[in-house]
């Protein structure tokens, strides 16, 4: 049976506006976002397009049958000889990291002009280092999200849903979370799909790739970090949380384990901000978690707090819709978002309900000495869509807009 393939044109008509270009296309993010299923969408677009079969060579270098062209020079040789004499060849390389030395590869191939060459990765330290150096400023990089609300209605082919629909379907995206397999999958088999994606990232993409000999207290810290999502790290209070539970970790061991998460996106960390003192603050920060899914994988059917849930939401939205995201902070008072582009600057509170008799949420972002857009998200629907000129936005509506 032939997949069925769902368009995700975010990150399809990026590789199409590359296309041809003397740019590498590099698609990064954590396993199971949907990198290969891009790189299929890629294909079906240049058979579509009058790219004969032959002009695209496509290699998963996770599948067994290409192990030996984990060997750079193989690699090298296998692609030439494939190649068509004046003929464009379409190069599709899925997992790229288990390469070594892929960028000498790429480099060389890059060199000629009938190559148009993508690839996908699914560790932050792809683009790091000093093979890296090697494709300064001839790449380009799409860094693919599991799958947005909006998106895990359109890959359900639900158009036009009802209001009651949208909230069944908005507590299954915070259960579930949206990596495409699970969105896709049979609801008694979801749980059994993210624990492997889950399982997969802790001992592989994490424990394995780093040597690790502790995968109890990396899955501990990770459960720390879930739990604590949109609070203040401080690296000594997991130690000590640790520690009064008999576990024996220190200071710059959680330290690695948390660069650890970010290299393989299972977390991101947002640094704060002074609004004042137009600052970065280089002391603690936030974590959130790539995936709502994975976070309940994580902590299982513990009780979560839903404001950190929906804030958990608003962070990977903001970076999917291509923001930089920091924390703000300003005078003794908090803003749970700052997120900027080069067109565009938002300053985002986020709640799930409005304090009663109290316009905490909204006085904070009014007291921001700058006329940006300010907005307040909830999780629940306001009998006020505006305060004091502050739109007061349901997360459901800003979801799908």
Do not use: C
């Amino acid at each position: 049976m032939k997949l069925e393939l769902i368009n995700r044109p975010q990150y399809l008509n990026r590789l199409i506006d590359f296309k041809d270009t003397e740019f590498i296309k590099v698609l990064t993010g954590v396993r199971r976002s949907g990198k290969s299923y891009i790189l299929m969408l890629y294909r079906e677009y240049l058979l579509q397009h009058n790219i004969d079969k032959d002009q695209i060579i496509y290699l998963s270098f996770e599948d067994f049958d290409n192990i030996e062209l984990q060997d750079p020079k193989k690699l090298y040789s296998f692609l030439k000889d494939h190649f068509i004499d004046n003929k464009k060849m379409y190069i599709l390389l899925d997992e790229i990291q288990y390469v070594k030395d892929w960028q000498k590869v790429v480099t060389s191939l890059r060199l000629n002009p009938l190559l148009d060459i993508t690839v996908t990765g699914s560790n932050s330290n792809l683009l790091s280092g000093e093979l890296a150096t090697l494709l300064s400023g001839r790449y380009v990089e799409i860094h693919v999200y599991p799958l947005s609300f909006k998106e895990m209605l359109d890959f359900k082919h639900i158009s036009g849903p009802s209001e009651q629909e949208i909230d069944h379907l908005y507590q299954e995206y915070i259960k579930y979370g949206g990596f495409p397999a699970v969105v896709l999958a049979k609801e008694e088999l979801k749980p059994t799909i993210l624990s492997g994606i889950y399982n997969t990232i802790i001992v592989n993409d994490i424990g394995y790739k780093n040597g690790l000999r502790e995968p109890e207290l990396v899955t501990l810290v990770a459960k720390y970090l879930a739990d604590t999502v949109g609070q203040l790290v401080n690296p000594n209070k997991i130690v000590n949380t640790l520690k009064s539970a008999n576990y024996k970790i220190s200071y710059n061991a959680v330290q690695r384990y948390l660069s650890f998460f970010e290299d393989a996106y299972l977390f991101y960390k947002s640094s704060r901000y002074d609004i004042s003192g137009r600052k970065l603050l280089t002391s603690q920060g936030k974590y959130y978690i790539i995936d709502t899914g994975l976070r309940t994988q994580a902590l299982g059917e513990k009780i979560n707090n839903r404001g950190s849930v929906l804030e958990n939401i608003v962070y990977i939205e903001l970076l999917r819709r291509g923001y930089t995201v920091q924390i703000g902070k300003l005078n003794d008072k908090e803003i749970d978002f700052i997120a900027t582009t080069t067109k565009d600057k938002q300053y985002i509170q986020v709640t799930y309900q409005l304090p009663e008799n109290s316009t905490r949420e909204t006085d904070n972002l009014l007291q921001i000495p700058n006329n940006y857009k300010k907005i307040v998200i909830t999780g629940r629907y306001e009998d006020d869509t505006i305060i004091d000129g502050i739109p007061i936005i349901n997360i459901k509506d800003w979801l799908l807009n």
